[in-house]
């Protein structure tokens, strides 16, 4: 089935292209195109814009801001995001890391949206055309979403704060049984002062554990300081059930590479 | 619907066709200009077998759209052979049985050019990461990871 693709120079414009029903936004191809080609029928129409702001990558004193159009391959290589750099590797393969973009990633359905576990954890905010919002906010609400995505920003975690985690069962390139996102702060003495935590596959969109965020608070990080988290790290948890694995393995592994993640 | 034009290099001379617009650029290569080598498997995105080069990057013909490849340049694998010489990763393909049924040959050489171009001397870890995104259910994958060492090996054999 043929699409009509409407290309626009700015997001003004393109935003208002959006409102037509049926009309989807066209950032890599890999969530949308992929939609058509198994005959999605909802999507009657397609819209793009080539303005510069959504494909620049920012980085200024600490804060950093990615148009919605990046790709994870330009996320991979860029030289002040290292610390991104595994999470935008963990998704899809070359080509796909080539086309794949950070706005289309907000709206990949679990077991995809491993980067948008990363950026949940980061605690991002997501600029769009009606205005910016925490990232959980956004993914709670994606799903009646028609702004158009800006851009992401966050604030770049101190050296070594991120961790990030995606298990899959074929390697190097496998779709998740589960990703993990944390971002830990310690004080002086060692316990954890701040601590987020987002998780991929166990709901149907990234989640964070809150639970086992607020267990982890003045606790130390080590095999004892972390088992109270771990014993609720299932909290809130509604784990798909996919070719991949059940809601249950997914449940029973969580608390050991949760484990992992945090002892590494 | 009305047609759109589209206009690409492929395989380094110029294309011009006019097409219905929203169509993958794997269907206008292969129903339209007539290049059959990247092949339709999953249009899921999932198997690689679609695999092109454009501008320089590994991307799926499937999931990308034809009129989005203005002005681009594209490769596919059936511009690899010059006059009847085989590249040497299409002759490497061949010598280590790394081909059975051969439908997933074309992208696994779209993927290992490219890593070839940028890393002439890859290591195995590479070229295991670089083909991550092509299935072969053929193979077991193992020749096909010692051809495109080969042709690497060959190609740094070539330059000295």
Same mark, same amino acid.
Request: proline letters at 4%.
């Given at each position: 089935?043929?699409?009509?693709?409407?290309?626009?120079?700015? *997001?003004?414009?393109?935003?208002?292209?959006?409102? *037509?029903?049926?009309?989807?936004? $066209?950032?890599?191809?890999?969530?949308?195109?992929?939609?058509?080609?198994?005959?999605?029928?909802?999507?009657?129409?397609?819209?793009?814009?080539?303005?510069?702001?959504?494909?620049?990558?920012?980085? *200024?004193?600490?804060?950093?801001?990615?148009?919605?159009?990046?790709?994870?391959?330009?996320?991979?290589?860029?030289?002040?995001?290292?610390?991104?750099?595994?999470?935008?590797?963990?998704?899809?393969?070359?080509?796909?890391?080539?086309?794949?973009?950070?706005?289309?990633?907000?709206?990949?359905?679990?077991?995809?949206?491993?980067?948008?576990?990363?950026?949940?954890?980061?605690?991002?905010?997501?600029?769009?055309?009606?205005?910016?919002?925490?990232?959980?906010?956004?993914?709670?609400?994606?799903?009646?979403?028609?702004?158009?995505?800006?851009?992401?920003?966050?604030?770049?975690?101190?050296?070594?704060?991120?961790?990030?985690?995606?298990?899959?069962?074929?390697?190097?390139?496998?779709?998740?049984?589960?990703?993990?996102?944390? *971002?830990?702060?310690?004080?002086?003495?060692?316990?954890?002062?701040?601590?987020?935590?987002?998780?991929?596959?166990?709901?149907?969109?990234?989640?964070?554990?809150?639970?086992?965020?607020?267990?982890? $608070?003045?606790?130390?990080?080590?095999?004892?300081?972390?088992?109270?988290?771990?014993?609720?790290?299932? /909290?809130?948890?509604?784990?798909?059930?996919?070719?991949?694995?059940?809601?249950?393995?997914?449940? /029973?592994?969580?608390?050991?590479? $949760?484990?992992?993640?945090?002892?590494? | 619907?009305?047609?759109?034009?589209? &206009? +690409?290099?492929?395989?380094?001379?110029?294309?011009?066709? +006019?097409?219905?617009?929203?169509?993958?650029?794997?269907?206008?290569?292969?129903?339209?200009?007539?290049?059959?080598?990247?092949?339709?498997?999953?249009? &899921?995105?999932?198997?690689?077998?679609? #695999?092109?080069?454009?501008?320089?990057?590994?991307?799926?013909?499937?999931?990308?759209?034809?009129?989005?490849?203005?002005?681009?340049?594209?490769?596919?694998?059936?511009?690899?052979?010059?006059?009847?010489?085989?590249?040497?990763? &299409?002759?490497?393909?061949?010598?280590? +049985?790394?081909?059975?049924?051969? +439908?997933?040959?074309?992208?696994?050489?779209?993927?290992?050019?490219?890593?070839?171009?940028?890393?002439?001397?890859? #290591?195995?870890?590479?070229?295991?990461?670089?083909?991550?995104?092509?299935?072969?259910?053929?193979?077991?994958?193992?020749?096909?990871?010692?051809?495109?060492?080969?042709?690497?090996?060959?190609?740094?054999?070539?330059?000295?």
């Amino acid at each position: 089935m043929a699409l009509a693709l409407q290309t626009f120079a700015t *997001v003004k414009d393109a935003t208002a292209a959006l409102k *037509v029903r049926g009309t989807r936004y $066209l950032g890599g191809g890999t969530l949308v195109v992929r939609a058509a080609n198994e005959g999605d029928v909802s999507v009657s129409g397609l819209v793009r814009s080539t303005d510069p702001a959504l494909s620049s990558i920012a980085v *200024v004193g600490g804060k950093v801001r990615i148009g919605a159009s990046v790709t994870m391959a330009a996320i991979a290589s860029h030289p002040d995001l290292g610390a991104l750099a595994k999470a935008a590797r963990a998704v899809g393969g070359p080509a796909i890391r080539n086309m794949a973009t950070v706005g289309g990633n907000l709206f990949a359905p679990a077991p995809y949206g491993d980067f948008a576990v990363a950026l949940l954890a980061l605690d991002a905010t997501v600029d769009t055309s009606d205005g910016e919002l925490p990232i959980e906010s956004f993914l709670a609400g994606r799903d009646d979403n028609h702004a158009l995505i800006i851009s992401v920003g966050f604030t770049l975690p101190k050296a070594g704060g991120f961790r990030f985690l995606k298990v899959s069962r074929v390697k190097p390139k496998g779709v998740s049984v589960l990703s993990i996102a944390a *971002v830990l702060e310690q004080a002086a003495d060692g316990t954890v002062s701040s601590a987020r935590i987002a998780l991929g596959c166990m709901a149907d969109r990234p989640m964070r554990a809150n639970a086992a965020e607020n267990a982890l $608070l003045g606790r130390t990080i080590d095999r004892e300081g972390i088992a109270a988290a771990l014993a609720v790290a299932g /909290e809130g948890t509604s784990p798909i059930t996919d070719p991949i694995a059940s809601a249950w393995y997914r449940a /029973e592994v969580l608390p050991v590479h $949760l484990g992992r993640l945090l002892l590494s | 619907m009305a047609k759109v034009p589209v &206009q +690409f290099t492929l395989n380094g001379s110029e294309k011009a066709e +006019f097409i219905d617009s929203g169509t993958t650029l794997l269907n206008a290569l292969r129903d339209k200009i007539g290049d059959t080598s990247p092949k339709g498997g999953c249009h &899921q995105g999932t198997c690689g077998a679609c #695999s092109v080069i454009i501008d320089g990057e590994l991307r799926l013909s499937c999931l990308t759209l034809a009129e989005t490849c203005n002005g681009a340049s594209i490769t596919t694998t059936s511009g690899l052979a010059e006059g009847g010489v085989l590249h040497p990763l &299409q002759r490497a393909f061949l010598d280590a +049985f790394a081909t059975q049924c051969g +439908f997933c040959t074309p992208g696994m050489i779209m993927a290992a050019k490219v890593l070839l171009d940028h890393t002439p001397n890859p #290591s195995r870890d590479e070229v295991v990461e670089a083909l991550s995104g092509n299935i072969c259910r053929c193979t077991g994958y193992e020749p096909i990871i010692q051809a495109v060492l080969t042709a690497a090996r060959a190609n740094s054999q070539n330059a000295a």
